[in-house]
């Protein structure tokens, strides 16, 4: 089950999906990508894509 | 009824909304929803049958219209307010309004799915009228036993498993008939079968009063003027709620906390940490750089952590704001799953809803009261909790029974802090003396405000007093603990002293000594262990702590003090020492000239 990017609540049905910096994120509401857009990624750019980086498979 | 249109804004007119009910009608609605949510309270605490709700009300009734959005709530545990919004949420998703029918109910507890923690056991009670759902009635209770491995839930758990019985959102009633499956299966799994099953029932006949209440309300009014009026009891909400955001200062402000141990890694404490930003008319709780998730049960649920927020911001802000959905808009958390205020499956969480959460919101009051002269300072943060266990050698019956006790609250800008009144989670009651000795084998010897240790710290507005509480078994009897504040002490503000620590100490047979859980019984933690036994003759104390202080002592108005002295909550000699106060004890009065000189002689150390 996926977890808001956002918030980090688990969403069971109805995931809002929305792309952002290329990559496709699931959040729980529009409520919580307006937050993620004006807020979390502007504030934790590098954290966010040092995670993803880590977490994307390797390129062949 | 009218329609009158009426524009509402914030004061730079940033948000605006059309109300389009008239005022009188809205607020004859919003009222009724309230009495009927006091009236379900009413119909639950007479039919139940644990102590936990006819004694502690540790329950809550609430109403949401149609898209399961909260319109209608009293004045019930704030733990449930701000955490049901997202079990029903939950609920109504999994289960889908599609599949639901007249005269069914659903029960739901599962912390992972937006829940609090396994005792807390939500039914759900869809209202059709003319075919479609209108309106949900929702009660939400902590059931005493559900199983695991304490009796009453509360210990040293680690995971989900040792929790109990963890049910998904489900059916227990359908077409108004039992689900008998999903009955047995429950009362199979829990200590007291029968209470359990007696409680559930009240539950769910909750449900059916508030059912009919609402019923009764659309046979006066038309559907679609109700409906009207509940999105406009929300929009009103949420508007006065940005209102009182926007008169704090934009910005970001840090908070940080620990709560003292998880009962599982000796000596660690936990950090709950984040920021809070003021945006104009929105307020994001950011909960980034606390701990990952513990080894024990204080872990918070995404529900939760929530429902902190909700509860810590509601304190802020104007009393006077009618709470639901609307509320909460303004509001949006950002947390990482998998850390203490996040907790990932199957982490322990059972003491994240209960004694975790009067710690966060202490936290978030302290991170606010850089902003906000409405903050306090830190209550006892514990609401005390006991669980016992065994058979009454009266009946043959097992009993379980969970024991809350009251806490003193932090001292406040503009008052002292409450004596002896339950944690900022829930609004309950203390099981009195009397109901103890009546339905369980103990005897109460002693209930008296905490006056020595546990002691409120002082301040300019002193902090209140806990209690202390001595229990002697009168039978074998299964006991564990999950407290909090037995090392770290509720904090004073602005210059205010901490309060004292918790006390939790044994006396076992014919030993004179009190000792400690980690002396008497080799625990890892004083405060969170499972199953000990206490024997007929032992005996055991319980003082919760008193609440900081606020501002400097040196500040009290002297006469303050006089009153604690006549009232003999402290001594003339704690009064000079504490707050440069001389009493003249044989006059019982302040020697005015003695106190001034005393108090500028210490301003000037």
Redesign the interface.
Known sequence: MN?CA?????V???EVIREHHGVKLVFCSD??FG?YET??FP??KEKILMAERATSPPSE | MERDQKRIANEDNKTEVDIQTNPIFLEVVRNYLITTCREMGIAMMRTSYSPMFNEALDFTCVIFDGKGEMIGQAEFCPAHIGAIVHTVEWAIKEVGPENMKPGDVILHNDPYRGGCHLPEFMVLKPFFYNGKIVAYTANIAHMTDVGGMVPACFGDTRNIFQEGLRLPPVKIIENDEECADIFRIIISNVRTPRNSYGDLKAMIGSCYLGERRLRELLEKYDLPEFEQCTEDIKNVSEVLTRKAIARLPDGETSFEGYLEDDGVIPDRPWKIKGTLVVRGDEIIADYTGSDPQAAGAINQSFGVTASTTYNAILHILDVDIPINHGCYRPISIVTEPGTIVNVDYPGSCVGGNSDTYPTTVDILLSGFSQISDRSSAADGGTCGLIGFGGTNPDTGEPFAHLHLDGVGWGGRNDHDGNDNIFVKNGNCANTPAEVYETRYPVLIEEYNLALGEGAPGAGRHRGGHGTRRIWKFLAPTTMSAHTNRLTLRPWGLFGGDDAGNQVLKFRIGESKEWKNAKEQFNTISLGKFSNVTMNPGDEMLLVTAGGGGYGPPLERDPQLVLEDYIEELLTAEYAKDKYGVVIDEARREVDGEATARLRAERREK
């Not at chain 1, 956002?6 to 688990?10: E, H, K, M, V």
């Open positions: 977890k956002s918030c980090g609540i688990l069971p049905c109805h409520k919580c937050i807020y979390k504030k934790y």
